[in-house]
């Protein structure tokens, strides 16, 4: 629940930005340290890109639009269509959402997830959605949800 409400946060914190033009240094220094009061998160607002670092190395990125360079982010291959816009990152879990995504660009990325992702495999197809979800042999699993032009990919590991 806390995460959802941080997410919420977040996404106040950018529209408000982006609505008053406020890309000040100035700004963006009140509003980390107004964030971190609130909760004791590190949150580093650059520009347009907004990260919360938390314990354990827990990394939350909204609008750096850059897919994540992480070693599990590595398990998958890099989707090249779409635009990146927001990335959640923590130790054992990756999510990786993409918007202006095409279906035939997201189904040819899922037959070639397949081809690793072969244990525990779920799939939904349909006219308006797809839903993929396996697990490979090195226990990493992955999902994959397209609906409406947004590709959101779930990368993650077991605990540590």
């Known amino acids: 629940m806390k995460k959802v409400l941080i997410c919420i946060l977040i996404f106040a914190l950018i529209f408000i930005f982006a609505g008053c ?6 700004e963006e220094k009140m509003a980390e340290k107004i964030f971190k009061g609130a909760n004791g998160r590190d949150l580093d607002i650059d520009g347009d890109k907004v990260t919360i ?11 750096d639009n850059k897919w994540p360079s992480s070693a599990l982010a590595k398990s ?4 090249k269509y779409g635009i990146v816009s927001a990335v959640l990152e923590s130790p054992d879990s990756v999510v990786i959402t993409l918007e202006s995504v095409q279906k035939n660009d997201s189904s040819t990325y899922l037959e070639t997830i397949k081809r690793d992702f072969t244990q525990d495999v779920y799939e939904i ?7 993929f979800s396996g697990k490979n ?7 994959l949800i397209y609906m409406s ?3 959101v990919i779930t990368i993650t590991s077991p605990e540590q």
Request: hydrophobic share 35%; proline share 3%.
């Open 137 to 143: 042999n090195a226990n990493v699993s992955v999902a």
């Open 21 to 26: 033009g406020a890309k000040e240094t100035q």
């Open 53 to 63: 670092k938390g314990q354990n190395d827990e990394k939350v990125t909204f609008g």
């Open 149 to 151: 032009e947004v590709l």
């Open 76 to 79: 998958v291959p890099k989707f």
């Open 125 to 131: 197809n349909d006219e308006d959605m797809m839903s």
